[in-house]
C-alpha cells in the first residue's frame, strides 16, 4: 500500500518567508509526528499528534513554528518568518496508533534550504 | 542522562565482519524497542522490532537485556550494503515525544 508521502520533496526559500509543508500519512494511521534533521545530526522531535487529542508540542523551537492536522488525515507544518538555522530536512512518520509495539514509518522528507 | 543513548561511531569493517551495537536506554518503563536504519540523504527505515528477549531475522540479531536496560544490534557477515546509520527507539507508554525515543544513532561503514 502506500506510505507515508510529503511534499515539497525539496524547498528553497529567503530568509524571512513563511513556508508550509505538507505530510500525507498511510491511510487509518492515527498517530502522526514531524521531527527535524539537520546536516549529520539526530532526529529532533518537533510535534506529535493523535487522533483528535491535543497536540505533544513539546519538540517546537519557537512560536515560529506550528502544526495543523485535521482529523487523522493530512498534516501541514508552517515556518514563519524562516531563518537560516531552519535549514533541515522535515521529516513526517505516522504510526497505526498510540501502542509501544506499533511500528513508525518515515515519509521521504522535506529538504528545506533557507538562504 | 539521555533516555535512549547510541555510541556514534563510525564502526569501520571489513566485509564479512560480524559487528555488534548496543543502546542503553534510562527509563526502565519502556516496554519495545526498534531498531531503524537511515542511508545518508535517506528517511529513516524499520530493520527490527524488539518486544521481547530478541529478535533474529537473517544476519541481523536484536537482543534486549532488561536486567541491565540495553539493547544490542548483531550483523554477522557484514555487506557493503549494510553501511548506513543504524538507529535506536525506546517505546515507553505515557511517555514524551509520542511514546517514541530515538537514540542519535551509530554508524557503520563496511569496506571491501
Known amino acids: 500500500g502506500a506510505g507515508v508521502s510529503q511534499s515539497p520533496s525539496n524547498k528553497v526559500t529567503e530568509k524571512g518567508k513563511d513556508v508550509e509543508l505538507r505530510c500525507d500519512p498511510i491511510?487509518?494511521?492515527?498517530?502522526l509526528y514531524w521531527y527535524r534533521q539537520r546536516l549529520g545530526q539526530g532526529l529532533e522531535f518537533l510535534i506529535y499528534?493523535?487522533?483528535?487529542?491535543?497536540?505533544?508540542k513539546s519538540g517546537l523551537p519557537s512560536d515560529r513554528f506550528s502544526a495543523e492536522r485535521t482529523g487523522e488525515s493530512v498534516s501541514t507544518l508552517t515556518i514563519q518568518r524562516t531563518q537560516q538555522e531552519d535549514s533541515a530536512v522535515y521529516l513526517c512518520?505516522?504510526?497505526?496508533?498510540?501502542?509501544?509495539?506499533?511500528?513508525?514509518?518515515f515519509g521521504p522528507g522535506t529538504r528545506l534550504t533557507v538562504t | 542522562r539521555k533516555e535512549v543513548e547510541q555510541d556514534p561511531g563510525p564502526f569501520n569493517v571489513p566485509e564479512g565482519a560480524t559487528v555488534a551495537f548496543n543502546c542503553t536506554y534510562s527509563?526502565?518503563?519502556?516496554?519495545?524497542f526498534f531498531w531503524y536504519r537511515q542511508d545518508c540523504r535517506k528517511e529513516p527505515k524499520l530493520l527490527m522490532s524488539?518486544?521481547?528477549s530478541g529478535n533474529e531475522d537473517g544476519r541481523f540479531t536484536a537482543q534486549l537485556n532488561r536486567a541491565s536496560q540495553y539493547i544490542s544490534l548483531l550483523i554477522r557477515d557484514s555487506k557493503l550494503s549494510d553501511s548506513a546509520t543504524y538507529l535506536c527507539?525506546?517505546?515507553?507508554?505515557?511517555?514524551?515525544?509520542?511514546?517514541?525515543?530515538f537514540g542519535k544513532g551509530t554508524k557503520l561503514s563496511v569496506k571491501p
Open positions: 524488539v518486544y521481547s
Open positions: 512518520a505516522s504510526r497505526r496508533g498510540t501502542s509501544v509495539t506499533y511500528e513508525q514509518y
Open positions: 527507539v525506546g517505546g515507553n507508554y505515557g511517555g514524551s515525544q509520542g511514546n517514541l525515543i
Open positions: 491511510s487509518g494511521h492515527t498517530a
Open positions: 527509563n526502565s518503563a519502556s516496554q519495545s
Open positions: 499528534f493523535q487522533g483528535n487529542s491535543a497536540p505533544d
